[in-house]
């Protein structure tokens, strides 16, 4: 796994977990640039990015993104596995408040 310092990356594809599929996928909901990650919701760019596809995303789409806004604010880079539990921890408390969320 990539482990940039997060003060020299400039570009998307050098964040920990990105490749060019998520680099991708985060332009398309409108995050150019790494530093706009910074205290960004994972599950709103999740809706975000289902949304603007206009299908329901693999939900672990929201543990990279968790994964790299961690990284933005903190500088530690960890797989992105590692934020499932805290995915499906949350996913449980707010079921129902989305279009993509399982209770529906």
Known sequence: MKNPDRSR???LEQLPNVGRAVARDLRRIGIGQPAELIGRDAFLLYETLCDTTGSRQ???MIDVFLAVIHFMESGEALP?????KRRKQAVARRSGLGPWWPAR
Request: proline share 9%; net charge neutral; hydrophobic share 35%.
């Open 9 to 11: 990356v400039s570009r």
């Open 58 to 60: 693999d939900p672990c």
């Open 80 to 84: 992105w596995w590692s934020f499932t």
